[in-house]
């Protein structure tokens, strides 16, 4: 029984050996088999990339405010009229109807629109 359930666990090593996980060293040690603990494992902070797109959500809500508030004080040239203006309404086209808050981004097309909007507005 010992011998087959010794055989078990070294089939499951092995196979989660194969399957890339580099943690899993398997040696023998008087018939004791020897793993590699990373203690610093589980301890990172989490990186999201949607907490970042929801701050640039809200920092495009802020600038595109500012952006209005220019153009209807009529702080600019007229030259620059027109291009504020088509800055303006392509992010007006983007949000459409939709509530303006940090979940906006939350749907990949609306996260699509926005960068494009971004990386062509200008």
Same mark, same amino acid.
């Given at each position: ?37 990373? =203690?610093?494992?589980?301890? #990172? ?9 929801? #701050? ?17 004080? *009529? ?6 009229? =027109? ?5 303006? *309404? ?33």
């Amino acid at each position: 029984m010992k011998c087959l359930l010794s055989s078990v666990i070294l089939s499951t090593l092995l196979a989660t050996a194969s399957e890339g996980n580099q943690a899993v060293r398997i040696g023998k040690r008087s018939d004791v088999l020897v793993g590699r603990h990373d =203690p610093n494992r589980g301890n #990172a902070s989490i990186y999201t990339s949607m907490q970042e797109m929801e #701050a640039f959500f809200t920092d495009e809500i802020e600038y595109v405010e500012d952006l209005r508030t220019v153009y209807e004080k *009529k702080l600019i040239s007229q030259a620059g009229k =027109p291009v504020i203006a088509a800055y303006i *309404k392509s992010f007006e086209d983007v949000v459409g109807d939709q509530e303006e808050n940090e979940t906006f981004v939350h749907n990949p097309l609306n996260a699509y629109n926005l960068v494009r909007h971004i990386a062509v507005g200008w």
